[in-house]
């Protein structure tokens, strides 16, 4: 089983609607989870962080379920530019420093 | 805005050859690391630094791969000999503190073509 694993998509969402995704990691002893956006060819910048108590930064709401192993990521009131891959990252307990990339779920806005 | 900036923004090579990559990490940050990605395929991990030396490095980072802080300044990638398969975008990255804690920063990538 994959680290972290996160449906592909695309996700094909009208402007202004909701849409909401998760991501599941397989071990137990996860630390911290983040949220990566990465547009076409370009590096990944942080979105947010997630934390255990779930939180939210404007438009955008994740979740954490330590239970059931998944995060999610919530984006109300679309808008264009909120087109792109949007990463699972987590950092591994006992992987020390380093982060764990999920493959990426891709989100596609139209007008 | 600080930020982690690299070159070249892309390079082209043969295979066999070596190649050197490099990052000016922010001025501030003691945790430095490369990741790569394969087109179309996900970030992954190679090697992270910290108090100059490798700290956690994956079964990519093999004896080809190289990595050196040679001044106050600059963090290099050191890609000894390489091969078809090393084409990918090389993404430098640092942070202030591990990254459990804060957040990592990436550099905008080295696109590097092996032909």
């Known amino acids: 089983r994959k680290e972290v694993e996160q449906d592909p998509g695309p996700f094909n969402v009208p402007e202004g609607a909701t849409v909401a995704f998760n991501c599941t990691y397989s071990?137990?002893?996860?630390?911290?989870f983040f949220w990566y956006r990465q547009d076409c060819r370009k590096e990944p910048k942080l979105l947010m962080s997630?934390?255990?108590s779930g939180n939210e930064d404007g438009r955008f709401t994740a979740q954490l379920n330590r239970a059931s192993q998944y995060i999610s990521l919530l984006i109300r009131d679309s808008k264009l530019s909120d087109s792109a891959t949007y990463l699972c990252?987590?950092?591994?307990?006992?992987?020390?420093?380093?982060?764990?990339f999920g493959g990426g779920t891709r989100v596609l806005v139209k007008p | 805005e600080p930020e982690v900036t690299q070159t070249p923004s892309h390079q082209v090579t043969q295979m066999g050859q070596e190649v050197i990559l490099r990052c000016v990490p922010i001025s501030n940050h003691l945790y430095f690391y490369w990741y790569r990605q394969i087109l179309g395929q996900k970030v992954e991990f190679l090697v992270s630094f910290y108090n100059n030396e490798i700290s956690e490095k994956s079964e990519i980072f093999d004896d080809q791969f190289s990595v050196e802080r040679p001044d106050g300044s600059n963090f290099t990638l050191k890609i000894r000999s390489t091969k078809l398969e090393d084409s990918a975008m090389y993404f430098c990255?640092?942070?202030?503190?591990?990254?459990?804690?804060?957040?990592?920063?990436f550099g905008q990538g080295t696109r590097l073509t092996v032909v």
């Open positions: 990252v987590v950092n591994f307990y006992a992987a020390g420093n380093k982060l764990t």
């Open positions: 071990n137990s002893a996860s630390q911290s």
């Open positions: 997630v934390y255990s």
């Open positions: 990255a640092s942070s202030e503190l591990e990254p459990s804690n804060t957040e990592a920063f």
